[in-house]
């Protein structure tokens, strides 16, 4: 049982915007920004959104991110069959004193 | 170009005992705080452990503590994860990261750890 909770699932056809949910407490959006990660198949995962709303150098502007309050949403535009991945969120718990993660999302590009 | 390399994996009986390395290169490691995060297989990510630059502040999971141990050379630009007294749970993936959730994240790509008798 992961402190993050996300949907397991998501899909959408190429050229669509897809958003993938991420919900926190008190103790963890709460309090600290939210990270975003992706995880291409066999590969080691990837930053793709830090504090909340920011892209690592080399990211595309198709990804996006967005917090408010105990809930943050990381969104997709233009989708391309590239980036089907797993998706996770993560932050700093001040309760646990540890980075937590949510269980994943797996974007499917029909 | 920036690398992190990690080794040490492999097959351990419960009990036994591990200890994995990060290689750095290509960077100043000492800058940087640095992570274990672990994947079991299918399963998603979880953070194991956190370093500062100089080793004075280190966190780990509730699950680790007491029986792995983080540490780093910056001399040598290493990153380790002393591992005892495993268990099946810990079996997984291991990636050493370098400011995981900041601009200059990066992370290496792996290195499997199962522990089965």
């Known amino acids: 049982q992961s402190v993050l909770t996300q949907p397991p699932s998501a899909s959408g056809t190429p050229g669509q915007r897809v958003t993938i949910s991420c919900s926190g407490s008190?103790?963890?959006?709460?309090?600290?920004?939210v990270n975003w990660f992706q995880q291409l198949p066999g590969t080691a995962p990837k930053l793709l959104i830090y504090?909340?709303?920011q892209r690592p150098s080399g990211v595309p502007d198709r990804f996006s991110g967005s917090k408010s309050g105990t809930s943050a949403s990381l969104a997709i535009s233009g989708l391309q069959s590239e980036d089907e991945a797993d998706y996770f969120c993560?932050?700093?718990?001040?309760?646990?004193?540890?980075?937590?993660f949510g269980g994943g999302t797996k974007l499917t590009v029909l | 170009e920036v690398q992190l390399v990690e080794s040490g994996g492999g097959l351990v009986q419960p009990g036994g005992s591990l200890r994995l390395s990060c290689a750095a290169s290509k960077f100043t490691f000492s800058n940087y705080w640095m992570t274990w995060v672990r994947q079991a297989p299918g399963k998603g990510l979880e953070w194991v452990a956190n370093i500062n630059q100089d080793g004075s502040k280190i966190y780990y999971v509730d699950s680790v503590k007491g029986r792995f141990t983080i540490s780093r050379d910056n001399a040598q630009k290493s990153l380790y994860l002393q591992m005892n007294s495993l268990r099946g749970e810990d079996t997984g993936v291991y990636y050493c990261?370098?400011?995981?959730?900041?601009?200059?994240?990066?992370w290496g790509q792996g290195t499997l750890v199962t522990v089965s008798s």
């Open positions: 993560a932050a700093w718990d001040n309760s646990l004193n540890a980075l937590v």
């Open positions: 008190s103790s963890n959006f709460g309090s600290n920004p």
């Open positions: 504090s909340n709303d």
């Open positions: 990261a370098r400011a995981v959730a900041a601009a200059e994240s990066f």
